[in-house]
């Protein structure tokens, strides 16, 4: 395990409390407003020590008063988590720093990190570098060592199988990457029948560039996982993403799929995760930040027989009451951040968001300045009913 720094760019404020009463669900079927719980923050100038250099493809051009070539990896970018038994969280770091062209100096990584919500900050406690040590990628990558970079996939979803692997959804095949343990790949990718993304290597693409699985659930038997694309597939109705169903044992897609529809087709997704065998949690959200953001919201999204997916509002991002003034000095707290992309369920009526801090562009919290990552806790007014095995 590296020893690891942490060089603070503000920390937020809260602690973690006990929620209070709040009403519950309208007649509409939509949770009430959901309240908010716990409150820490990762400076957005984290990085892994003694590792090596990223950035050199920024230009040298500073964003938010951050100068780019980096002595170390930022630890930033976090597009998925997992929940651990012992407090700690595994997220996902994505491509780097937005697109292939500029991301083949960032390696791709699953951090360990431990939200300490008494005293507002977040622990850096390991993680692992992913990589292809056995050549099982068809087409040439980025390093010549094998570990995989930005520039190779673009990671943005992550689930833990029952046996300790882990499945990642990527944007450049679209593909399933499946990893061991030590996050070595273990078998080539797995692409998307049918769906190709510019990065694609086999050409002729059908969806737009960075608009794969944003998100991937996983069913509580562990047999099955869900993922969600983040864009259109050309020929579809506009704001209508695929949700496929893809069978583990047999590392094959059953031909099952839902549509997710977008309530602005200008929206995104942000994560996807299984309530149960038929309900799944989505972050839905704008593309604003800060004074622009203004549609940043959870629902709980219900398979029907028609192939489509019903939708209940679970909690909006940008409402959130904060009676404890847990993350600032007003009674309501806001996520205003661009990039929106970690939701865990810590109880049947509690979840935990993270936000993508995009290091170092986006600057949705203070202008001027890089986000943060952000974890927060929030109560839901009505309980979910998850899959009991969801809750251990």
């Known amino acids: 395990m590296r020893n690891l720094r942490r ?35 990762l400076p957005a100038a984290t990085f892994v020590s003694a590792s090596d250099p990223s950035g050199s493809l920024l230009g040298g051009t500073p964003s938010n008063g951050i100068t780019p070539p980096f002595a170390d990896q930022p630890i930033q970018g976090f597009s998925g988590i997992v929940r651990n038994g012992d407090g700690t969280f595994e997220v996902l770091s994505d ?13 791709l990584r699953i951090q360990r990190v431990a939200p300490d919500y008494g005293n507002h900050a977040v622990d850096v406690v390991g993680g692992i570098n992913l990589t292809d040590p056995n050549s099982l990628v068809p087409f040439a990558l980025t390093r010549p060592d094998r570990v995989l ?35 070595r790949l273990l078998q080539a990718p797995i692409p998307l029948d049918g769906v190709r993304a510019p990065e694609n290597p086999a050409g002729n693409p059908n969806l737009n560039s960075s608009k794969g699985f944003e998100g991937l659930a996983q069913s509580p038997d562990g047999r099955k996982l869900y993922a969600l694309l983040e864009g259109v597939v050309a020929g579809d109705a506009a704001g209508g993403l695929r949700l496929n169903e893809f069978d583990i044992a047999s590392r094959t897609y059953t031909g099952k799929r839902w549509i997710y529809q977008l309530e602005d087709p200008a ?13 799944f949690l989505i972050i839905e959200r704008d593309n604003g930040q800060g004074a622009t953001a203004k549609f940043k919201r959870i629902y709980l999204a219900k398979k029907k027989t028609n192939g489509t997916l019903e939708k209940t509002l679970v909690a909006d991002l940008m409402d959130i009451a904060d009676p404890r003034h847990l993350g600032g000095t007003s009674g309501t707290f806001t996520f205003p951040f661009q990039t929106i992309e970690d939701v865990v369920i810590l109880d049947d009526r509690t979840l935990g968001v993270v936000n993508d801090n995009n290091f ?31 809750l251990k």
């Open 267 to 279: 929206n995104a997704i942000g994560d996807a995760i299984a309530v149960d065998d038929d309900r």
């Open 95 to 107: 491509n780097g720093y937005g697109n292939k062209a500029n991301s083949a100096d960032f390696v």
């Open 7 to 41: 060089a603070g760019i503000g920390v937020g404020l809260g602690v973690l409390t006990l929620a209070l009463a709040a009403p519950s669900a309208s007649a509409h079927g939509s949770f009430g407003r959901a309240t908010l719980t716990g409150f820490a923050s």
């Open 149 to 183: 970079t930005g520039a190779d996939f673009d990671v943005e979803s992550i689930q833990r199988a029952k046996d300790g692997t882990y499945w990642i959804g990527d944007e450049f095949g679209p593909y399933l990457l499946h990893f061991d343990r030590a996050g």
């Open 360 to 390: 170092p562009f986006s600057n949705g919290r203070t202008p001027g300045q890089p986000d943060n990552n952000e974890f927060i806790t929030i109560r839901l007014t009505d309980p979910l009913h998850a899959d009991k095995r969801f």
